[in-house]
């Protein structure tokens, strides 16, 4: 069965402390991986999408990276703004459909 | 440019009751989703239209039905709304279904 976990499920960080939030998964056939940031009382917003083992993506503070098991978002030096729940999602490709199957969130405070 | 749209943005039903969500997209996209958003759940597909005139089930498709009414609008319906039925719902769209998705800002409902 597929699955997409993300951990911590919270972290608590001061601004300018570094860290990274993991995404692992057990997926057959996995097209992508998307990396999305949900802010309280919206829609996520998408970040990122990974299509390899290797390949990493950089926005901002933002560096996302892959392996054939899991994905790290990296945040450098960040701000109170980053505050936010970061969900990612593994893309399947079934029946010419793409089905993308979501891990419960890691939500993220920076305090000031 | 509005990208995806939903209609309402809040919701009280009794149960029993029947309610249509109304989503629309002014990005030209093929491809929407409707999603539910429950704690500790993550983001689950209820329906996707891969294309106009399409439609398929996703993951959690019991007590729904939906619409593609023309490629800008993609409605769901529940017919006899349960309290099981209480949630954020998430419509999406992408330009084909291999593609990252864009969210709209939700509509939250509460059957009594």
């Known amino acids: 069965e597929d699955q997409v976990t993300q951990s911590p499920e919270a972290l608590r960080l001061q601004e300018g402390e570094s860290s990274s939030l993991n995404c692992s998964y057990t997926?057959?056939?996995?097209?992508?991986l998307f990396w999305y940031r949900q802010d309280p009382g919206k829609g996520p917003e998408f970040l990122f999408t990974?299509?390899?083992a290797g390949e990493e993506k950089e926005k901002e503070r933002l560096k996302a990276t892959l392996t054939k098991k899991e994905s790290f978002l990296h945040i450098t030096a960040p701000k109170p703004e980053d505050s936010a729940t970061y969900l990612c999602?593994?893309?399947?490709?079934?029946?010419?459909?793409?089905?993308?199957?979501f891990g419960q969130g890691t939500r993220l405070t920076i305090n000031p | 440019n509005a990208g995806v749209t939903q209609t309402p943005k809040f919701q009280v039903l009794k149960t029993g009751q029947s309610m249509t969500l109304q989503c629309a997209q002014d990005?030209?996209?093929?491809?929407m989703y409707w999603y539910r958003q429950d704690p500790g759940m993550g983001l689950r597909l209820i329906y996707y239209?891969?294309?106009?005139?399409?439609?398929d089930k996703g993951e959690v498709p019991n007590g729904y039905n939906v619409s593609r009414l023309n490629k800008r609008e993609f409605s769901l319906r529940l017919e006899s709304a349960a309290p099981s039925q209480t949630s954020v719902y998430f419509c999406?769209?992408?330009?084909?279904?291999?593609?990252?998705?864009?969210f709209g800002p939700g509509t939250r409902l509460t059957v009594l």
């Open positions: 990974l299509y390899s």
């Open positions: 997926v057959s056939g996995l097209r992508g």
């Open positions: 999602a593994v893309q399947r490709i079934i029946q010419g459909a793409q089905k993308l199957v």
């Open positions: 990005m030209n996209h093929n491809s």
């Open positions: 239209s891969a294309s106009e005139g399409t439609t």
């Open positions: 999406a769209s992408s330009v084909i279904s291999y593609n990252e998705q864009f």
